[in-house]
């Protein structure tokens, strides 16, 4: 099935905002083996836009269509579709009256050019768009297919879910499930390579996406039915999880401050850092992580020695050229001062030319608690800019494998 | 002059990256006053690509395409221009010997598939690209024009302002300058209200953007000469300056801590923060800002009164129900804990049905230094989630304020 996604809005041809729509369904299409062959966004012009509709009626079976679906004379996708198909837009009562209690829901009356919203052609029926105003539009004709759906990415996600990815799974007579194996440390030509065995998979299939937070692997299994999917999906994790072993920190939508703070909870243990060279990073992190109040006391952020020394480092440790002993020596003062069970010290070498003859990017974790088999300081290296972000990550990495022991 | 723009590469259709190449160039050809009518991605297909490419020829003056400049097999933008336009790539010397020496500066030899880097055929000159190893094309035939880009958003950048911009402008008979102007703490229609009289105006234009760190307003202005449209952006910005006063605290590629940096560097001033509210968002920004080392000392991020007691806070401010009061205490403690000349304490109320009274998401900031007329408290309130993040730029907005006083 060739596929083709058109994306409608004067606003994305001025350059206001970014389409993050057009890559989250193409991602969704390669899950479902659709095959995508062209994208394009058009403006809120009729011509334009009808003239674009055609070349993908001609050349795709189904079109999916984002944007241009609001109540206002400039949201042309509803008249663009009829011209292409010849039918005639009509006011659905039922569509009405849904919006005039969305409106009313909200203690307003539905504004008459809202009426716009409730048509339809003879090909077409309704998505329901519990998010919002606008209706998507599933059209039927010819062998082919147009999905209408909403502009805002949260409206769109969600009947993409809801309405559109049921119907496309039940045409395919096939269930298709996914899921997302994530892991850290290990570079992608790595990962690809260990996993070059089962690659060649028609099904289910192995694609590999590098991250900021790591490389992460999606495994996706098409069969008659959802058990039978999710059964094969068990397998082929285990097959991955056989070969990557503790590279892997989470699945699907974890996250790593998640995962540690999640096993953190259950081994009824909280956590406090002390960061110099990540400049309050993995701080923020899991300052703002969700109900990181259950285990996360907070943290300290010193610029310099001087300030390690005002927060309570020893003055010999803090000025130190043993970086790993520093690190060693924050994670305590974390972990001591904040009254935490687990502290996490980070220090590295930001110098472009360190006199210690060390690799600028090299960075010192340690990480401090009352069992002694948690202690324990670990360095590694890379591009400054980078290691400084990715430095807080190693940190989360380690808790979560020192956790796991 | 009709514009289109052509995202080139297989990975843009199966969604592993978003296209913001798109999204840059279709912003700044809005300033160019060039239409942009049309934009697509096409993968890396010879016959797809061609077809598109063709047909962009036939509808437009101007196309712009990135990506597809590499060189493997599957990078096939410069074989199907030559196609589109029945000529002959041919490999250029100089244009080898340039690649040959930027290999030879890593001290690598060049792989001999990077020569397809090196081709051009009789209608294109070669974009120097000093970023990567992939030149771009700059093609003019039949009185039409394709600008060939990598896909890289660093090096197309780059290209873009050091060598496809000028001879657009060149070409144009104008010099076109824009300026950004950016402001902090009020509504997009409440300044689209207050600019009204000036909007309309089709010579200096002037557009509204809606960012995390505020509402910006970019001046452009076209003019025979550079000289020109300088003094018509700097009497706008003297326009837009006169209204909006003290909510402007940056243009164009200022950030909030790079602004209040500057102003603390300029002043031979030093900051520390204690936050609690924000999770270490503050600390983190001012952390990891260049050349903060400079004027930042560091931060204490508590998430409950016991750690901020730890931390040496008075146990009655800790506990105080006037969050004011410990906000105050906070930025007390940080300014003399890290020896900074400034402090910044931030509170704020995250219950859900707060006991207080007062409504979730209200932050209270304040700054304390030596010089009394530093000292203050503002309280804020807005959507909880969103105000984690804001109150930080609440934050340094208020003290590039005090500091301008």
Known sequence: MKAEIISIGTELLLGEIVDTNTSFLASQLSVLGIDLYFTSAVGDNPARLQGVLKQAWDRSDIIFTTGGLGPTQDDLTRDAIAALLGEELKVAPQLKQELINFFARRGLEMPASNVRQATLIPSSTALVNPQGTAPGWWVEKEGKIIVSMPGPPGEMQYMWENQVLPRLQKRAGAAILTRMIKTFGTSEAKVDEMLADLTPSPNPTLATYAKLDGIYIRIAAKAETEEEAREMIARREADVRAILGDIIWGVDDDSQEGVAG?????????????????????THMLGTAADSERYFKGGLVAATSEVKIALGLDPNLANSEDKAEVARAMAVLARQKMGATVGIGIEGESGVEPESGMVPGTVFIAIDSEKADLHTVRSYSGRLYQMKRRAAYYALFDLVKLLKE
């Open 262 to 282: 999640r096993m953190l909870l259950e081994e009824g243990l909280s956590l406090a850092v002390a960061e110099s060279f990540t400049g309050g990073f993995l």
